[in-house]
């Protein structure tokens, strides 16, 4: 099982990986991090397509990573 457990979350971790990559970068620099933080949570910047489809993944990513993560953990112990 424990065996079986790390398998999936090596496969979960280069999903994730490949994921995040895939994405497109919202703006350089310092400047950019905090106008791009701003308008993402202000709601001025809608993503759509391809970029709202691989957000979504990358939650659902993250989260399948963490559970995996802590069923590992569980089991282990």
């Not at 791009?36 to 399948?64: C, I, N, P, W, Y």
Request: hydrophobic share 60%; charged share 15%.
């Amino acid at each position: 099982m424990e065996v079986a457990l790390k398998i999936i979350l090596v496969i979960i971790s280069l999903g994730l990986i490949a994921v995040v990559l895939l994405q497109k970068g919202k703006s350089a620099g310092l400047s950019g991090a905090i106008s791009g933080g701003a308008e993402h949570l202000f709601g001025k910047q809608k993503a759509r397509g391809l970029d709202l489809f691989l957000s979504r993944l990358t939650m659902v990513m993250a989260a399948l990573f963490i559970i995996v993560a802590l069923m590992i953990g569980y089991v282990v112990d």
